[in-house]
């Protein structure tokens, strides 16, 4: 299971936490040291929209209003951090954050 975020980020480290004490490896891939590729990002865009975009972080209140007009695609490979945290692939299926209804799903 890879997952997606920042290694500051407390929910990542929550959520890699909660995994690998169910017995579930979770390997953390630190978005700012390694960015996503091309296909990742329309990977995650095709299933979260513009869900993936997080309009509450730091990032995104240091934006102009013209950058914040960008395409979810644009915004998200000019700053990796607007992404909003963690993506969980499971290899099948995507998960987005580490809310109750992904815990339930993954542990």
Request: with cysteine.
């Amino acid at each position: 299971m890879i997952i997606y975020g920042i290694k500051a980020c407390d929910t990542c480290r929550k959520a890699v936490k909660a995994l690998e004490g169910a017995g579930i490896p979770a390997e953390l891939v630190d978005i700012r040291a390694t960015p996503l590729s091309g296909a990742d990002r329309a990977r995650f865009l095709a299933a979260f929209g513009d869900d993936l975009i997080n309009r509450r972080s730091t990032t995104w209140r240091g934006l102009t209003e013209e950058e914040r007009q960008g395409t979810p695609e644009a915004l998200l490979a000019a700053h990796p951090t607007l992404m909003k945290r963690p993506v969980i692939d499971t290899g099948d299926t995507l998960y987005l954050g580490w809310d109750a209804g992904v815990r339930q799903a993954l542990l």
